[in-house]
């Protein structure tokens, strides 16, 4: 999602990067979880309006309500939400997930700016759509939340290397080249 004023621009310089991770996040959950459902990717502009149609959490729960709670939805914001109990810049619930898109200075070579992406954006992501898939596979929430928080700290305190993908979705070291990055989903394929 995108500002008015901005969402050209963010088309021109992140949508390729996008549109590739939602294909990637298709077969992620599909391979390391057999979970089939449709990815799509697209762009919501925000228009500025009244007081209460200011973007925020709760815009964002009326628009997955408006477009089917049924349906998983995922935005990338530009901003935080003031509330989550996750500490990714993020908010999931029930078939729905919004992180804060982080994006890198306007000359950043095509390379660095996946490499930004996927280490600043694809690991909250994964973080997120784990709580999701594993309510999805009838764990409740409580041991969801605490054991993706456990592994997501054990990533972060660099005890636990993050999953690395090329852009044919191939595992590779974190000194490759490499397009997406992911928790370490044997940790989560355990429970």
């Given at each position: 999602?995108?500002?008015d004023?901005?969402?050209?621009?963010?088309?021109?310089?992140?949508?390729?990067?996008?549109?590739?991770m939602?294909?990637?996040?298709?077969?992620?959950?599909?391979?390391?979880?057999?979970?089939?459902?449709?990815?799509?990717?697209?762009?919501?502009?925000?228009?500025?309006g009244?007081?209460?149609?200011r973007?925020?959490?709760?815009?964002?729960?009326?628009?997955?309500?408006?477009?089917?709670?049924?349906?998983?939805?995922?935005?990338?914001?530009?901003?935080?939400?003031?509330?989550?109990?996750?500490?990714?810049?993020g908010?999931?619930?029930?078939?729905?997930?919004?992180?804060?898109?982080?994006?890198?200075?306007?000359?950043t070579?095509?390379?660095?700016?996946?490499?930004?992406?996927?280490?600043?954006?694809?690991?909250?992501?994964?973080?997120?759509?784990?709580?999701?898939?594993?309510?999805?596979?009838g764990?409740?929430?409580?041991?969801?939340?605490?054991?993706?928080?456990?592994?997501?700290?054990?990533?972060?305190?660099n005890?636990?290397?993050?999953?690395y993908?090329?852009?044919?979705?191939?595992?590779?070291?974190?000194?490759?080249?490499?397009?997406?990055?992911?928790?370490?989903?044997?940790?989560?394929?355990?429970?």
């Amino acid at each position: 999602m995108a500002k008015d004023q901005e969402w050209q621009t963010r088309r021109n310089e992140d949508w390729d990067y996008v549109h590739s991770m939602s294909r990637f996040y298709h077969w992620w959950i599909r391979r390391h979880f057999h979970i089939d459902f449709n990815v799509d990717a697209d762009i919501l502009p925000v228009i500025p309006g009244k007081i209460f149609d200011r973007m925020s959490l709760d815009y964002l729960l009326r628009d997955h309500a408006q477009r089917g709670k049924g349906i998983y939805h995922f935005y990338l914001a530009y901003f935080s939400p003031f509330w989550t109990d996750c500490q990714t810049e993020g908010y999931s619930s029930e078939n729905f997930g919004m992180v804060y898109w982080k994006r890198p200075s306007a000359d950043t070579s095509q390379s660095e700016r996946a490499r930004f992406f996927a280490d600043n954006n694809c690991t909250k992501i994964s973080h997120l759509l784990s709580h999701e898939v594993m309510r999805m596979k009838g764990k409740n929430r409580k041991e969801y939340l605490d054991f993706v928080h456990d592994l997501w700290h054990r990533h972060i305190g660099n005890t636990l290397d993050y999953n690395y993908y090329n852009d044919r979705f191939v595992r590779v070291s974190q000194s490759s080249l490499y397009r997406f990055a992911t928790l370490d989903t044997s940790q989560i394929s355990s429970v």
